[in-house]
Protein backbone atom coordinates (compact mmCIF):
# COMPACT_ATOMS: atom_id res chain seq x y z
CA UNK A 1 0.00 0.00 0.00
CA UNK A 2 1.17 3.81 -0.87
CA UNK A 3 1.13 6.27 1.30
CA UNK A 4 -0.92 8.72 -1.24
CA UNK A 5 -3.53 5.74 -0.48
CA UNK A 6 -3.25 5.32 3.06
CA UNK A 7 -3.65 9.08 3.74
CA UNK A 8 -7.09 9.27 1.14
CA UNK A 9 -8.08 6.35 3.71
CA UNK A 10 -7.74 8.55 6.33
CA UNK A 11 -8.91 11.40 4.74
CA UNK A 12 -5.49 13.16 5.77
CA UNK A 13 -2.91 15.76 3.87
CA UNK A 14 -0.43 14.12 2.15
CA UNK A 15 3.25 16.13 2.10
CA UNK A 16 6.07 14.49 0.29
CA UNK A 17 6.13 11.18 -1.97
CA UNK A 18 2.69 10.14 -2.63
CA UNK A 19 3.91 6.83 -4.20
CA UNK A 20 6.40 5.35 -1.22
CA UNK A 21 5.16 1.78 -0.54
CA UNK A 22 4.55 1.40 3.14
CA UNK A 23 4.29 -2.84 4.15
CA UNK A 24 4.21 -2.28 7.83
CA UNK A 25 3.26 -0.28 10.57
CA UNK A 26 6.32 0.30 13.40
CA UNK A 27 7.12 2.16 16.84
CA UNK A 28 9.09 5.37 15.67
CA UNK A 29 12.04 4.06 17.38
CA UNK A 30 12.59 0.82 15.20
CA UNK A 31 10.55 2.11 12.38
CA UNK A 32 12.05 1.08 8.71
CA UNK A 33 12.29 2.76 5.30
CA UNK A 34 8.85 0.55 4.14
CA UNK A 35 7.28 1.30 7.69
CA UNK A 36 4.75 4.12 9.31
CA UNK A 37 4.77 5.08 12.43
CA UNK A 38 3.15 8.75 14.59
CA UNK A 39 4.99 10.88 16.08
CA UNK A 40 3.38 13.35 18.98
CA UNK A 41 4.81 16.22 21.11
CA UNK A 42 8.45 18.21 20.64
CA UNK A 43 10.27 15.22 21.56
CA UNK A 44 8.44 12.50 18.96
CA UNK A 45 9.38 14.80 16.16
CA UNK A 46 12.83 15.45 16.61
CA UNK A 47 13.54 11.43 17.22
CA UNK A 48 11.23 11.27 13.47
CA UNK A 49 13.61 13.97 12.08
CA UNK A 50 16.67 11.44 12.93
CA UNK A 51 14.57 8.19 12.37
CA UNK A 52 14.39 6.77 8.74
CA UNK A 53 10.68 5.85 8.80
CA UNK A 54 8.83 5.57 5.88
CA UNK A 55 5.89 7.55 6.49
CA UNK A 56 4.84 9.58 9.46
CA UNK A 57 1.99 10.77 11.11
CA UNK A 58 1.46 13.99 12.71
CA UNK A 59 -0.56 16.52 13.72
CA UNK A 60 -1.97 19.01 11.19
CA UNK A 61 0.13 21.82 13.02
CA UNK A 62 2.90 20.26 13.43
CA UNK A 63 6.33 21.66 11.91
CA UNK A 64 7.30 21.15 8.79
CA UNK A 65 9.29 18.17 8.10
CA UNK A 66 11.53 18.99 5.10
CA UNK A 67 12.11 15.62 2.76
CA UNK A 68 10.07 13.47 4.31
CA UNK A 69 6.61 12.24 3.88
CA UNK A 70 4.15 12.89 6.21
CA UNK A 71 0.30 12.63 6.56
CA UNK A 72 -1.12 15.75 8.48
CA UNK A 73 -4.30 14.47 10.87
CA UNK A 74 -6.67 15.66 13.85
CA UNK A 75 -5.71 12.95 16.00
CA UNK A 76 -2.12 10.92 14.81
CA UNK A 77 -2.58 8.08 17.76
CA UNK A 78 -6.00 7.21 16.30
CA UNK A 79 -5.19 7.35 13.01
CA UNK A 80 -2.33 5.04 13.61
CA UNK A 81 -4.36 2.80 15.38
CA UNK A 82 -7.02 2.82 12.11
CA UNK A 83 -3.66 2.08 10.15
CA UNK A 84 -2.69 -0.65 12.04
CA UNK A 85 -6.10 -2.20 11.47
CA UNK A 86 -5.49 -1.63 7.26
CA UNK A 87 -1.94 -3.34 7.04
CA UNK A 88 -2.23 -5.88 10.02
CA UNK A 89 -5.71 -7.30 10.16
CA UNK A 90 -6.46 -10.60 12.53
CA UNK A 91 -5.51 -13.64 11.26
CA UNK A 92 -9.54 -14.58 10.04
CA UNK A 93 -10.48 -18.25 10.32
CA UNK A 94 -12.32 -18.97 7.15
CA UNK A 95 -15.81 -19.52 6.71
CA UNK A 96 -17.28 -22.70 7.32
CA UNK A 97 -18.58 -25.29 10.44
CA UNK A 98 -15.78 -27.48 12.03
CA UNK A 99 -17.20 -31.02 12.31
CA UNK A 100 -17.12 -31.23 15.99
CA UNK A 101 -19.47 -28.26 16.50
CA UNK A 102 -23.03 -28.90 17.41
CA UNK A 103 -25.68 -27.01 15.38
CA UNK A 104 -29.62 -26.82 16.48
CA UNK A 105 -31.25 -27.37 12.63
CA UNK A 106 -33.43 -24.03 13.71
CA UNK A 107 -30.09 -22.33 13.90
CA UNK A 108 -29.78 -19.72 10.88
CA UNK A 109 -26.19 -18.83 9.72
CA UNK A 110 -25.43 -16.07 7.52
CA UNK A 111 -22.82 -16.45 4.66
CA UNK A 112 -19.34 -15.95 5.62
CA UNK A 113 -20.21 -17.26 9.38
CA UNK A 114 -16.92 -19.16 10.84
CA UNK A 115 -17.74 -21.83 13.10
CA UNK A 116 -14.81 -23.16 15.47
CA UNK A 117 -14.54 -26.49 17.46
CA UNK A 118 -16.47 -28.03 19.94
CA UNK A 119 -19.01 -24.99 19.18
CA UNK A 120 -22.92 -25.27 20.75
CA UNK A 121 -25.35 -23.70 19.13
CA UNK A 122 -28.89 -23.64 20.69
CA UNK A 123 -32.28 -23.45 19.10
CA UNK A 124 -33.67 -20.52 17.09
CA UNK A 125 -30.18 -18.64 17.01
CA UNK A 126 -29.54 -15.85 14.34
CA UNK A 127 -25.78 -15.37 13.59
CA UNK A 128 -24.99 -12.54 11.05
CA UNK A 129 -23.01 -12.52 8.06
CA UNK A 130 -19.42 -12.51 8.41
CA UNK A 131 -19.00 -12.79 12.18
CA UNK A 132 -16.58 -15.58 13.92
CA UNK A 133 -17.59 -17.97 16.78
CA UNK A 134 -14.12 -19.26 18.12
CA UNK A 135 -13.68 -22.79 19.89
CA UNK A 136 -15.63 -23.90 22.80
CA UNK A 137 -18.10 -20.69 22.56
CA UNK A 138 -22.02 -21.74 23.88
CA UNK A 139 -24.82 -20.20 22.63
CA UNK A 140 -28.07 -20.48 24.10
CA UNK A 141 -31.04 -20.69 22.90
CA UNK A 142 -33.13 -17.50 20.99
CA UNK A 143 -29.74 -15.61 20.68
CA UNK A 144 -29.07 -13.02 18.34
CA UNK A 145 -25.59 -12.30 17.19
CA UNK A 146 -25.06 -9.20 14.09
CA UNK A 147 -22.69 -9.05 11.44
CA UNK A 148 -19.06 -9.04 11.23
CA UNK A 149 -18.87 -9.92 15.07
CA UNK A 150 -15.86 -12.20 16.95
CA UNK A 151 -16.18 -14.12 19.87
CA UNK A 152 -13.17 -15.74 21.34
CA UNK A 153 -12.49 -19.11 22.74
CA UNK A 154 -15.23 -20.03 25.65
CA UNK A 155 -17.18 -17.37 25.68
CA UNK A 156 -20.75 -17.91 26.82
CA UNK A 157 -23.69 -16.42 25.70
CA UNK A 158 -26.97 -17.21 27.45
CA UNK A 159 -30.52 -17.60 26.11
CA UNK A 160 -32.57 -14.43 24.70
CA UNK A 161 -29.36 -12.37 24.78
CA UNK A 162 -29.16 -9.87 22.08
CA UNK A 163 -25.87 -8.74 20.08
CA UNK A 164 -25.57 -5.74 17.87
CA UNK A 165 -22.97 -5.50 14.73
CA UNK A 166 -18.97 -5.80 14.64
CA UNK A 167 -19.43 -6.47 18.60
CA UNK A 168 -15.58 -8.20 20.50
CA UNK A 169 -16.25 -10.52 23.08
CA UNK A 170 -13.06 -11.73 24.79
CA UNK A 171 -12.33 -15.35 25.58
CA UNK A 172 -14.56 -16.80 29.00
CA UNK A 173 -16.34 -13.60 28.65
CA UNK A 174 -20.29 -14.44 29.64
CA UNK A 175 -23.06 -12.76 28.99
CA UNK A 176 -27.09 -13.62 30.40
CA UNK A 177 -25.76 -15.11 33.42
CA UNK A 178 -28.37 -15.13 36.23
CA UNK A 179 -28.78 -11.71 38.17
CA UNK A 180 -27.77 -11.90 41.79
CA UNK A 181 -31.49 -11.47 42.92
CA UNK A 182 -32.47 -12.86 46.71
CA UNK A 183 -35.10 -12.05 49.33
CA UNK A 184 -34.63 -12.78 52.76
CA UNK A 185 -37.21 -13.98 55.40
CA UNK A 186 -36.78 -16.37 57.92
CA UNK A 187 -36.80 -19.66 56.07
CA UNK A 188 -33.86 -18.14 54.52
CA UNK A 189 -33.12 -16.08 50.85
CA UNK A 190 -35.41 -16.93 48.22
CA UNK A 191 -33.96 -16.69 44.78
CA UNK A 192 -35.56 -13.86 42.60
CA UNK A 193 -36.46 -15.26 38.99
CA UNK A 194 -34.04 -13.47 36.42
CA UNK A 195 -37.01 -13.51 33.52
CA UNK A 196 -35.25 -10.48 31.36
CA UNK A 197 -32.07 -10.46 29.39
CA UNK A 198 -28.68 -8.64 28.03
CA UNK A 199 -28.79 -6.09 24.95
CA UNK A 200 -25.38 -5.05 23.47
CA UNK A 201 -25.28 -2.53 20.61
CA UNK A 202 -22.86 -2.18 17.76
CA UNK A 203 -19.04 -1.49 18.25
CA UNK A 204 -18.92 -3.17 21.52
CA UNK A 205 -15.77 -4.62 23.07
CA UNK A 206 -15.64 -6.88 26.29
CA UNK A 207 -12.89 -8.27 27.51
CA UNK A 208 -11.69 -11.36 29.27
CA UNK A 209 -13.84 -12.98 32.04
CA UNK A 210 -16.15 -10.01 32.47
CA UNK A 211 -19.26 -10.64 32.89
CA UNK A 212 -22.94 -9.09 32.43
CA UNK A 213 -25.87 -10.03 33.89
CA UNK A 214 -29.52 -10.35 32.83
CA UNK A 215 -32.12 -8.51 33.95
CA UNK A 216 -34.31 -9.10 36.44
CA UNK A 217 -37.41 -8.53 34.42
CA UNK A 218 -36.50 -6.09 31.61
CA UNK A 219 -32.97 -5.52 29.95
CA UNK A 220 -29.26 -4.85 30.73
CA UNK A 221 -28.05 -2.57 28.22
CA UNK A 222 -24.71 -1.68 27.12
CA UNK A 223 -24.70 0.94 24.48
CA UNK A 224 -22.89 1.43 21.38
CA UNK A 225 -19.38 1.63 20.96
CA UNK A 226 -18.81 0.74 24.70
CA UNK A 227 -15.76 -0.49 26.07
CA UNK A 228 -15.22 -2.94 28.96
CA UNK A 229 -11.91 -3.92 29.63
CA UNK A 230 -11.01 -7.40 31.16
CA UNK A 231 -12.68 -8.79 34.88
CA UNK A 232 -15.60 -5.82 34.51
CA UNK A 233 -18.68 -7.12 36.00
CA UNK A 234 -22.03 -5.62 35.06
CA UNK A 235 -25.26 -6.33 37.44
CA UNK A 236 -29.07 -7.15 36.41
CA UNK A 237 -30.68 -4.11 35.34
CA UNK A 238 -27.16 -2.21 34.98
CA UNK A 239 -28.23 0.52 31.64
CA UNK A 240 -24.54 1.40 30.53
CA UNK A 241 -24.98 4.33 27.74
CA UNK A 242 -22.60 4.68 24.05
CA UNK A 243 -19.12 5.36 24.44
CA UNK A 244 -18.49 4.75 27.58
CA UNK A 245 -15.35 3.20 29.03
CA UNK A 246 -14.62 1.01 31.80
CA UNK A 247 -11.35 -0.43 33.22
CA UNK A 248 -10.37 -3.49 34.54
CA UNK A 249 -11.92 -5.13 38.03
CA UNK A 250 -14.66 -2.87 38.19
CA UNK A 251 -18.01 -3.75 39.47
CA UNK A 252 -21.47 -2.28 38.98
CA UNK A 253 -24.09 -3.21 41.25
CA UNK A 254 -27.67 -3.37 40.22
CA UNK A 255 -29.53 -0.61 38.42
CA UNK A 256 -26.46 1.57 37.94
CA UNK A 257 -27.12 3.71 34.95
CA UNK A 258 -23.86 4.82 33.50
CA UNK A 259 -24.63 8.16 30.93
CA UNK A 260 -22.60 8.36 27.51
CA UNK A 261 -18.67 8.96 27.17
CA UNK A 262 -18.67 8.34 31.20
CA UNK A 263 -14.64 7.14 31.70
CA UNK A 264 -14.35 5.11 34.87
CA UNK A 265 -11.19 3.88 36.20
CA UNK A 266 -10.07 0.38 37.44
CA UNK A 267 -10.88 -0.96 40.32
CA UNK A 268 -14.05 0.86 40.84
CA UNK A 269 -17.00 -0.49 42.59
CA UNK A 270 -20.32 0.82 42.52
CA UNK A 271 -23.60 0.46 45.03
CA UNK A 272 -26.90 -0.18 43.69
CA UNK A 273 -28.69 2.27 41.79
CA UNK A 274 -25.86 4.31 41.25
CA UNK A 275 -26.08 7.30 38.34
CA UNK A 276 -23.15 8.06 36.89
CA UNK A 277 -24.34 11.20 34.32
CA UNK A 278 -22.57 11.68 30.64
CA UNK A 279 -19.17 12.35 30.38
CA UNK A 280 -18.52 11.84 34.01
CA UNK A 281 -14.82 10.71 35.32
CA UNK A 282 -14.43 8.68 38.07
CA UNK A 283 -10.62 7.60 39.29
CA UNK A 284 -9.54 4.03 39.95
CA UNK A 285 -10.15 2.39 42.72
CA UNK A 286 -13.13 5.07 43.51
CA UNK A 287 -16.03 3.75 45.87
CA UNK A 288 -19.90 4.54 45.40
CA UNK A 289 -22.19 4.83 47.83
CA UNK A 290 -25.57 2.81 46.51
CA UNK A 291 -27.69 6.11 45.30
CA UNK A 292 -24.77 8.31 44.34
CA UNK A 293 -25.38 10.78 41.39
CA UNK A 294 -21.68 11.62 39.71
CA UNK A 295 -21.94 14.87 37.95
CA UNK A 296 -19.83 15.44 34.84
CA UNK A 297 -17.38 17.94 35.06
CA UNK A 298 -14.58 17.42 37.88
CA UNK A 299 -13.24 13.77 38.00
CA UNK A 300 -14.23 11.88 41.42
CA UNK A 301 -12.04 10.02 43.57
CA UNK A 302 -11.62 7.74 46.62
CA UNK A 303 -13.80 5.88 49.10
CA UNK A 304 -16.52 7.14 49.37
CA UNK A 305 -16.06 9.20 46.16
CA UNK A 306 -15.36 12.83 46.05
CA UNK A 307 -14.18 15.79 43.92
CA UNK A 308 -11.11 15.22 43.00
CA UNK A 309 -9.75 18.62 44.88
CA UNK A 310 -11.91 17.51 48.04
CA UNK A 311 -10.13 14.07 47.85
CA UNK A 312 -6.49 15.56 47.39
CA UNK A 313 -7.43 18.13 50.40
CA UNK A 314 -8.16 15.16 52.20
CA UNK A 315 -4.66 13.29 51.33
CA UNK A 316 -2.86 16.50 52.22
CA UNK A 317 -4.56 17.32 55.66
CA UNK A 318 -3.45 13.14 56.35
CA UNK A 319 -0.17 13.77 55.37
CA UNK A 320 0.17 16.69 58.07
CA UNK A 321 -1.54 14.32 60.95
CA UNK A 322 1.66 13.10 62.49
CA UNK A 323 2.89 16.71 62.80
CA UNK A 324 -0.56 18.01 64.13
CA UNK A 325 -0.85 14.89 66.51
CA UNK A 326 2.90 15.77 67.71
CA UNK A 327 1.94 19.76 68.83
CA UNK A 328 -1.33 18.72 70.62
CA UNK A 329 0.83 16.30 72.82
CA UNK A 330 3.05 18.98 73.12
CA UNK A 331 0.82 21.07 73.95
CA UNK A 332 -0.80 18.84 76.35
CA UNK A 333 2.41 18.26 78.31
CA UNK A 334 2.82 22.30 78.74
CA UNK A 335 -0.77 22.65 80.09
CA UNK A 336 0.03 19.64 82.87
CA UNK A 337 3.59 21.21 83.51
CA UNK A 338 1.52 25.32 84.24
CA UNK A 339 -1.50 23.22 86.04
CA UNK A 340 -1.24 24.66 89.66
CA UNK A 341 -0.35 22.07 92.51
Given at each position: ???????????????????????????????????????????????????????????????????????????????????????????????????????????????????GPHVTIADAVRIGEDTVIEAGVSIG????????????????????????????????????????????????????????????????????????????????????????????????????????????????????????????????????????????????GCGVLPHKVVPAGEPYWGTPARPLR????????????????????????????????
Open positions: MTAGEIAELLGGRLEGDPGREISQASDLRSAQSDQIAFATGDEALRMAAQSVVGCLLVAENAPALNGRTVIRVPKPRKAFARVLQILHPPDRPPPGVHSTAVIAESAVLDEGVSIRGVTIGSRCWLYPRVVVYHGVEIGDRVILHAGCVLGADGFGYELDSSGHEKFPQLGSVRIGNDVEIGSNSCVDRAALAMTEIGDGSKLDNMVHVAHNCIIGKHVVIAAQTGLSGGCIIGDNALIGGQVGMGDKVRVEAGAILGSEYLKGLAALRRLPKVLRELRELQAHAKDDTPE
